[in-house]
């Protein structure tokens, strides 16, 4: 079945650094990619959608600038946290619907990567 | 006003007890789907079902069943005869046109069930 690897798993690093996260689908080609924030025993909130080629879009009250994503193929998209503070700790997930071409079919189970702990000291 | 609502934070039941997940949810769309995940403490999202808003037929797969009522906006979960490895956190996700050429796919906050041996 479809696969989307997420890539680290897990990052402890200094305040101030910035990290990035990579999404890859591994059999399967999407066009569209989505990343979520997942807080301690609380839901997935979505912060943006990923669009291979174009700019993502963000949710509301997600600082663009903060979260860099780029979707520069059709199986790989990355998530930039830049100059991370203890506050942008978190479960970042990475999520895609293995259809292709424009649009995603709201019906497509999303296929979600493992996962990237994010801890910031 | 949340999309996607999850009235039981946490569960706790003995194994072989059967447990029931709610989740009622909110749209204005005449189109739209409903989602089961699974989330063990390894973290990984786990797909477990998935219902369009013209299909009303309730589905049974082995010891998990769900029911799906329109006129309730409910899409419950149940788990029959429970095990331990069943323990983990169960989002209700609803997928909803958001605009440009997506769909988008709104969490509840999950219940946490926990079944003891």
């Known amino acids: 079945g479809a696969v989307v690897s997420q890539h680290p798993s897990r990052v402890i690093c200094k305040s101030g650094t910035s990290v990035k996260i990579e999404c890859r689908s591994l059999d399967f080609q999407a066009t569209t990619m989505f990343w979520y924030r997942q807080f301690p025993k609380q839901s997935l909130m979505l912060m943006a959608t990923s669009n291979e080629g174009s700019k993502a879009t963000y949710e509301q009250g997600v600082e663009k600038d903060k979260f860099l994503i780029n979707h520069a193929s059709l199986t790989l998209s990355t998530l930039t946290v830049t100059s991370a503070h203890p506050e942008d700790s978190s479960f970042y997930i990475c999520?895609?619907?293995?259809?292709?071409?424009?649009?995603?079919?709201?019906?497509?189970?999303?296929?979600f990567g493992d996962g990237t702990r994010l801890s910031i000291l | 006003a949340q999309k996607v609502t999850q009235a039981q934070t946490e569960i706790s039941v003995v194994e072989k007890e059967d447990v029931t997940l709610d989740c009622v949810y909110e749209?204005?769309?005449?189109?739209?789907?409903l989602f089961w995940y699974k989330q063990p403490p390894s973290g990984e999202l786990v797909f477990l079902i998935r219902?369009?808003?013209?299909d009303e037929q309730n589905e049974i797969s082995g010891r998990y069943s769900w029911n799906f009522q329109k006129s309730t906006s409910s899409f419950n979960f149940t788990i029959t005869a429970s095990q331990v490895v069943d323990s983990a956190v169960y989002f209700c996700?609803?997928?909803?046109w958001g605009g440009g050429s997506n769909y988008k796919l709104t969490f509840g906050k999950g219940t946490l069930l926990t079944v003891n041996p």
């Open positions: 996700a609803l997928s909803e």
């Open positions: 749209t204005r769309d005449t189109t739209y789907y």
């Open positions: 219902r369009n808003s013209f």
């Open positions: 999520s895609a619907p293995a259809v292709t071409g424009g649009g995603v079919m709201g019906n497509q189970p999303q296929h």
